[in-house]
Each structure stands twice: as C-alpha cells, then as structure tokens.
C-alpha cells in the first residue's frame, strides 16, 4: 500500500508511535510517505520505502498566527496525488484529523477517493480537544474520519464520553520492539551514572502538567532516604525550571541528572532499576512500555490507560495520582528486596513482549485493508 502519515514530529509520544508505525510498515514492503513539518525525531537513518515530505509554512506580514493548517492540507493534497498514495493515516486529532478531511474534499473533486483513519493518543482528546475551541472541528474530524483507532480501551471510552461519536472506535494499542529495547550490559555506562553501585530511578516525558514532575523528584527524594540512588530525567519542557528549584530546596542536586531529549532510550532504559511515572493521566503510557521491554518494573500512578498495561505487583505497582508515600514505599519495597525486584523485572518483558511491534502492526494493517474494502 501507498500511506501517508501524518504527526507531529518531535519527542512526543504520538509522534514516535507514528514513525515507528511506519518503519515497520516500510519494513513489510509498503511505501510510507511522512508528512510533517520537522523529519520525525525517530526517522534518523535511511530507511527503504520511506519518503519525507515537509510542510513549508511561508510567512507574511499580515499572518500574526501563519496558517499552518491550509499549508498541511495542500502538502497532503499534492502528496497524495503525486506519489498516488491509497490512504492517509493521521496521529493526534488537533489538527491532522480535520486537515486531512479538508485534504480528501479536494482530491475528492479532482475524481480521488483517499479514505483517512484518525488516531486518537491522549491529550487530542483529554486536554486540548475537551477545550470548547477545539470541540466542535474535532468531532467533527474524528465523525468524518474513515475510520477511527485510540490507543487504548480507557481512551476509547473517554472520546465517547466527551464527543458526541457515531462510529466505532477501534483499540489499537501502543506496541514496542523488543529487540531494540532489551536489556543490554552497560557497565561503562551504568558507573558514569551511579558510580558507587547507587540504585538508579529513571523518568522521561515532555515534563509537561499532566507528567506530575514535581511528584517523580518527592518519590525518589523518599526513595534516597533509605538508600543511595541516582535519579535520571529524560526530556525537557514547560516544568523543567520549577523541577530543577524543587530538586534545590530538597537538597538532591547531587543525585539528579537532566539529561536531555535523548534518541538512544534504550541505554538509559538499560542501566535503570526503576520507572516512574505519576502522570495525572496517561491514555497509555508509550515510555512505560518500553522500559518493560528493557525488564525496567514501573512505578505508575493508576490513571487512565495505566491499569491496562501496568500489572500491579507483575510489572511493577500503580497508586493514586498524587499519592507519592504510596509510590515511593512500593519503590523502596522493591528495590530492597532482591527476589521481588528479579520477578518484577521478569513480569515487565512478559508484559511488554504481549505489545510487541509484530502482534501490532498487522491489527493496522487489517484495517487499512478493511477500510480500502469500502470505499
Ligand atoms: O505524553 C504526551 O503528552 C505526549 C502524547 C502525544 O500525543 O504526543 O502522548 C500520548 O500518546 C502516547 C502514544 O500513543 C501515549 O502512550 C501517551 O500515554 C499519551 N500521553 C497522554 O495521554 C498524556
């Protein structure tokens, strides 16, 4: 098949959803043409089958917000009928889902059926969609889309709860590639790291609100209590100022690394003993998932998707949001005692090799084929 992705391109996790999706599409013979404004954070080597198409916005002096929408549209209009594509798969409904409408309208009158499946990841639909100058394009979006796929049962239930949706919504869930992610010794690193056998607690997201950061530095300020350890921050954004003077008034400089957006994950996963993440929500929980797959037990509050994918005392242990004495017990617990931390760490693959890439690929690929069917 001939498929258009469109996504955003930087760190989040929709967006590498969406080109790890398209890696392997391109891997199982399909062309897979990108559609973005930035090259995708993951799409960082030459891949056969893979093209990249970017949206040039030009500027001009009237535009105070330049109209990056109608410049998506057209670049999705002219790849579309150029490279001949079958169908356009959009991640994160704000705004992909109603460009690519506006986009098989137009092909549509050059005599082109292109159907669109929208996929829905968490904050399209719990945050910003929700807000009131989003809703009405949004549901429209996702109601015109040719089909639609959330990341998980949670978020399923949560768009039809917030949106008025007609058609069904199909759970596709979040897949890791095992190989990629599995442990590896990492001595060299390890000790760079912790260099006096410290327990290492890792975090990674777009230290965004909803991440609860500030939560991640109180459990692992609990956790340096009773034993030495070394916390490891993965990502950037927003709350990084506030995380960086919470870590000062709790004195725990020393013992807390940023490291910064890193493309190698799978190092970092590899040298760490613990995951933490007490998001306020999470539709699914993309990084938590690989960290299992490197036999990394996870640390999770239980909001949204979490439950689905974090196995209380299998893969590692969930609280409420907020509740960081919880959290930092059922951390300490763990790394205390050798014999649970290794059935932990065992459940964690057992868990992550259930959402492997290649049980996952083929949900969307018999979808895309479902959907052709139709038109
Ligand atoms: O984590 C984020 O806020 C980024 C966001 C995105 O859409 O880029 O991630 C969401 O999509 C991921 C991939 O489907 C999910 O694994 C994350 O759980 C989800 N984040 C939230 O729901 C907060």
Redesign the pocket.
């Known amino acids: 098949m001939r498929i258009g992705i469109v996504c ?1 391109p930087t760190y ?4 590498v ?1 969406a080109t790890e999706l398209g890696k392997a599409l391109a891997d199982k013979g399909h062309m897979v043409h990108f559609i973005t404004y930035q090259q995708p954070v993951r799409l960082n080597a030459f891949h056969a089958n893979i093209y990249y198409h970017e949206v040039q916005v030009p500027t001009y002096p009237l535009f105070d917000f330049p109209p990056y929408e109608s410049a998506l549209s057209s670049t999705m209009v002219d790849v579309i009928i150029n490279q001949k594509l079958d169908l356009l798969h959009v991640h ?1 409904a704000i705004p992909h889902a109603s460009t690519a409408y506006m986009a098989k309208q137009i092909v549509k009158k050059q005599g082109r059926t292109v159907p669109f499946i929208t996929t829905l ?4 639909i ?1 945050l910003v969609g929700k807000d009131k100058t989003y809703a009405p394009v949004v549901t429209f979006s996702i109601n015109e889309s040719d089909a639609i796929t959330a ?1 998980s049962e949670n978020l399923r239930d949560e768009t039809y709860k917030s949106f008025q949706i007609e058609k069904d919504i199909s759970v596709i869930y ?1 897949f890791v590639d095992t190989q990629r992610f599995s442990r590896q010794e990492l001595p060299h690193f390890r000790k760079a790291i912790a260099p006096n056998g410290e327990k290492i607690l890792l975090h990674v ?2 230290f ?1 609100k ?1 991440k609860r950061v500030p939560d991640v530095v109180k459990v692992f300020a609990r956790v340096r209590e009773k034993m030495p350890a070394k916390l490891l921050l993965v990502g950037d954004g927003p709350d990084r100022p506030m995380i960086e003077c919470l870590c000062r008034e709790l004195n725990l400089c020393e013992d807390v690394r940023f490291v910064g957006k890193q493309e190698q994950l799978e190092d970092v996963m590899s040298i760490s003993d613990l995951f933490l993440l007490p ?1 306020d ?6 990084a938590a998932l690989e960290a299992m797959a490197a036999q990394v037990p996870v640390i999770s509050s239980n909001a ?1 998707g979490l439950p689905e994918i974090n196995i209380q005392g299998q893969t590692g242990y969930m609280s409420d949001v907020g509740d960081v004495d919880g959290m930092a017990a059922h951390a300490i617990a763990l790394l205390e005692d050798e014999a649970l931390l290794a059935k932990v760490r065992k459940g964690a693959l057992a868990q992550a090799l259930r959402f492997h890439i290649d049980n996952i690929i083929p949900q969307y690929e018999a979808l895309y084929e479902e959907v052709l069917q139709k038109q």
Do not use: A
């Open positions: 955003y989040g996790g929709s967006g959803l994160y990841h968490g904050t399209d719990t990341v979040n997201s777009n965004r909803v998001s929500y999470e539709s699914f929980g993309l949204g």
